[in-house]
């Protein structure tokens, strides 16, 4: 196995890392201080590079790569990471091309040419709305639910801690894939998975104050008798469970890129500064600790990375080549990287910080974006810690490290 980028790939990352240093990088900070959000020439400028069409095929606007569009998409992520380290920008683009697929994958025709063409040029959103006041990472717990009637579904239920409210209710056209049961009885083989506009007639939001991605809104929705036509539903009523498990897996694979390309600028900052930086008359590199904790981020980064790029590869495999890798290979692999990303690229941020020392305390410097915006992957958003741990242990042990079987 080559896991080496190809020549194609790789000019596509200079391309855009060209792009991200000229473009994106010098107004980071603005876009995490100010409610507007992420200016339109930036997601028009990464349409235009075809980045949000990633995961979209050509006939809907979008400039998939058949077999490569994981691969290519982890590629992007991390580049705009390395850009935008309050992952303000990262998280957004992310889950457009990351649930996009979904729709890709299991949407009507109805839906992919609803969606797919606004999200490959950026003028529309569509996100993922599963979390609830009662419970993010326990799916199986939602209580949102829906009835069917006469080929209409109609939704009543809340959502909490959903990214994207401001940008598909004021600025762009779009909405969210929502997760909600149609059968209270059948567990967790009662749940459809569905797209909801979220200017529906019904809707109404909240959006909260975060303490870091300030240029990404995140709230909440309340449906009440909100209507939506059955062939926004992602593969078939009561199936959802299972589809929006496997949004999940591309969707973290995409979350531990943002937090790779964070880990790649933070120890690019560090080496840049303690070579420079000098005490007691010599560099800050020359003390052995923290050249040491250097070279151990460093280790740690180069295996994730490549883990990452394995990762992509075999989530390219499982869409094109049926057969090739069970869901559960998968979901095993990406719940590593899930694991593992978040927690280096905090390290990694604070290593930085504190060789920094007190200039990393101030908002000149880009490193306290870093740290307020990968906290959010290290607290629970795409699922938490403690249950990729959980589907870690399940895949290694077996049912037996299941707690509620």
């Not at 979209?56 to 994981?70: D, T, V």
């Not at 959103?125 to 939602?142: K, L």
């Not at 290593?351 to 410097?365: L, Q, R």
Request: proline residues 4%; negative net charge.
């Amino acid at each position: 196995m080559e896991f080496r980028l190809t020549s194609e790939q790789e000019i596509f990352r200079r391309t855009l890392r060209e792009w991200c240093e000229a473009n994106l990088e010098p107004i980071a900070a603005e876009i995490d201080s100010k409610e507007q959000g992420i200016p339109d020439k930036i997601i028009k400028g990464l349409a235009d590079l075809g980045v949000m069409g990633i995961t979209i095929p050509e006939e809907y606007g979008g400039s998939m790569i058949p077999g490569q569009e994981i691969t290519l998409a982890n590629v992007a992520v991390q580049e705009i990471a390395r850009a935008d380290l309050s992952m303000s920008v990262p998280v957004y683009v992310l889950l457009n091309i990351g649930w996009g697929y979904l729709v890709t994958l299991h949407g009507s025709e109805e839906l992919k040419k609803l969606v797919l063409p606004k999200v490959a040029s950026g003028e529309g959103f569509v996100g993922i709305a599963t979390t609830e006041a009662g419970g993010g990472s326990d799916v199986a717990n939602v209580a949102t639910t829906a009835r069917l009637e006469d080929g209409k579904l109609i939704i009543n239920g809340e959502k909490s801690y959903i990214s994207g409210i401001r940008e598909t209710t004021e600025q762009r056209d779009g909405g969210h894939l929502t997760l909600f049961r149609t059968d209270p009885d059948a567990g967790h083989r009662g749940f459809t998975f569905a797209y909801i506009p979220s200017r529906s007639e019904g809707i109404s939001t909240t959006v909260y104050e975060d303490v870091g991605r300030g240029g990404l809104s995140t709230g909440g929705f309340r449906y009440k008798d909100v209507v939506i036509p059955e062939s926004y539903v992602l593969g078939e009523i009561n199936r959802g469970f299972y589809v929006n498990m496997e949004g999940f897996n591309a969707a973290r694979i995409l979350v531990a890129a943002a937090c790779v390309g964070a880990t790649e600028k933070a120890l690019e900052l560090s080496i840049e500064y303690v070579k420079q930086r000098t005490a007691f008359g010599r560099p800050l590199a020359k003390f052995e600790g923290i050249s040491f904790e250097i070279a151990e981020d460093k280790s740690r980064f180069d295996q994730i990375q490549m883990w990452l790029r394995y990762t992509a590869w075999m989530a390219d495999q499982f869409y094109s080549e049926p057969g090739s890798f069970t869901h559960n290979d998968l979901s095993h692999a990406v719940s590593i990287c899930k694991l593992e990303a978040p927690h280096l690229a905090l390290e990694t941020v604070k290593h930085s910080m504190m060789y920094h020392g007190a200039f990393a305390f101030t908002k000149e410097c880009p490193l306290e974006l870093a740290y307020r915006g990968v906290l959010s992957y290290v607290v629970g958003a795409e699922g938490g810690t403690n249950i990729q741990k959980l589907i870690i242990a399940r895949e290694t042990i077996g049912p037996e490290a299941i707690p509620y079987r």
